[in-house]
C-alpha cells in the first residue's frame, strides 16, 4: 500500500519539519519513504509545500500530485490543492486560518482549529505538529512507539527542550 500525502502553507508554519516527521515515521515503520520539499525564494511567508509517500513498495516518483492525505495550513494551499486529491482521500485543515469550507463529498474533511489549540495549551508554534497527530490518527500512519522514537530523532540536539511539547502537540491532534 502506498499513501501519498501533500502538506502545504507558507514558510514558516513548519511544513517541511512535519514532512520530515512523517518520512522517519514510516522508515521507523519499515516502509519505503521519499520526501520531497518545495519553497519559494522567501525565507517566511511564502508558499511552501511537501510531498511525502510511505509505502511497502519502491516509490517510482516522489512527486505527490494527487495526496490521499492532504493538509493545508493557509488558504492558498487550500484553494490549490483541494481539487487534487483523491477520491476517497482525507484533507485536514487549520480551520483557525482557514474559513472555507469544502464542498466535495467525495474526500473526507477534518476542520481542526490548530492555531487556536496551540495557543490555549502552551504550544505556540505547533499548529503543524497538532494537525499532524490528527493525520497520523484518521490515516493509521504509525503507532506510539514509532511516534516517540521519531519525535526524539527528528527534534535537533539544540531544541531537545521541546520534544516533550511536540509528544504533546501530537496527542493532542490525535485527541481531536
Known sequence: ??????LAGFGGQG???IGKMLAYLGLYGGKQVSWLPSYGPEMRGGTCNCSVCISDDPIGSPLVLEPDQLLVMNTPSYDKF????KAGGKCFIDS???????????????YIPATRLAGDNGL????????????IKEAGIADEAVI???????????KAHLIEA???????GMEQ
Open 1 to 6: 500500500m502506498t499513501n501519498d500525502i501533500l
Open 148 to 158: 516517540d522514537k521519531t519525535v526524539k530523532k527528528v527534534v535537533p540536539p539544540k
Open 96 to 110: 483557525t486560518l482557514i474559513d472555507e469550507k469544502c464542498d466535495r463529498s467525495d474526500i473526507d474533511c477534518y
Open 82 to 85: 483541494i481539487g487534487s486529491v
Open 166 to 172: 511536540n509528544l504533546k502537540a501530537l496527542k493532542l
Open 124 to 135: 505556540k508554534g505547533m499548529a503543524n505538529v497538532i494537525l499532524l497527530g490528527k493525520m
Open 15 to 17: 511544513i517541511l519539519f
